[in-house]
């Protein structure tokens, strides 16, 4: 049985592709990571509509334009585990990857582009700053201002961004993300994939119909491209990705919420397994 190939591949950033908050960065720079983690957690969770804390958490914070810019360095830090391995294996597979985020542009765009992911698949919120506040002669002193209010400031409205990045094209889309507006935005797709890797919500992991339990994102291949893709990969610069992802999967990294679709992968992943390890049982899923 053959598993789909989702040649259009959409990622969330924060607490997917990396694994840290941009927000809640600037928070602790401010000294009110708690107020502003609380926030966080309810809008990812679907308790709260993002638009009803993203101003809020700004405003709390007021960061400088500096602050905002070394965010990408604690996105880099804290990099999900194979996150710039597995884009580089799509990639080289005829995939399109695309970053989509409720993250702030200016970090969200420069770790997107150190990832492989071209700039112009690259969307999340841009701000403006108070161009005469603070140390103004000094760059990077200037303070935020405002947010550009649209679809990635609210909780449902990433389906929107998901449309106007597809436009015409062909193919099937796979979007990969951990929190409630991830979740939202499946109706856009032909697949949603939650991630639990750096933190899994419950509403997430019981909607979803693809839950990855794993700290890599290798599993992903497995979605993405399919199971054969693992065996075409073994003896290329992707063969260590291919490798782990194989084993992650044995170990129950990823889990189905639709028997269906459980089914279809697991024969596929089989016959994966069959064809590396041709005189043994070794490898078989389920």
């Not at 841009?126 to 103004?136: A, C």
């Amino acid at each position: 049985m053959r598993w789909p190939h989702y040649k259009h591949v959409f990622f969330d950033c924060d607490s997917t592709l990396t694994a840290v908050e941009g927000i809640d960065i600037l928070a602790e720079s401010a000294g009110k990571r708690w107020r502003v983690e609380v926030l966080t957690q309810a809008a990812m969770d679907g308790e709260l509509d993002l638009e009803d804390v993203y101003a809020k958490r700004l405003r709390a914070v007021k960061p400088t334009h500096q602050q905002i810019r070394d965010i990408r360095r604690a996105y880099k830090r804290h990099m999900v585990q194979d996150a710039k391995a597995l884009i580089a294996a799509l990639q080289d597979l005829g995939h399109q990857v695309y970053i989509i985020s409720g993250g702030l542009l200016e970090p969200v765009r420069e770790f997107g582009v150190f990832l492989g992911v071209p700039s112009e698949r690259i969307r999340a919120v841009g701000v403006t700053y108070n161009e005469l506040s603070g140390q103004w002669w000094v760059g990077g002193n200037e303070r935020y201002l405002d947010y550009e209010e649209g679809a990635l400031t609210v909780s449902d409205g990433k389906a929107e961004i998901v449309q106007e990045l597809l436009g015409e094209e062909h193919g099937r889309s796979l979007l990969v993300g951990d929190g409630y507006s991830d979740l939202l935005a499946s109706r856009a797709v032909d697949l949603f994939a939650g991630f639990g890797g750096v933190v899994q919500r419950q509403r997430v992991a019981q909607k979803a119909p693809v839950f990855v339990q794993s700290t890599s994102l290798a599993p992903l291949l497995a979605i993405a491209a399919g199971p054969a893709a693992i065996r075409r990969l073994l003896k290329t610069p992707h063969e260590a990705l291919s490798r782990k992802a194989l084993d992650l999967i044995q170990r129950s990294a990823i889990s189905f919420n639709e028997k269906r679709l459980e089914e279809k992968f697991v024969a596929a992943f089989d016959a994966t397994c069959q064809a590396i390890y041709p005189h043994s049982d070794e490898g078989a899923l389920g």
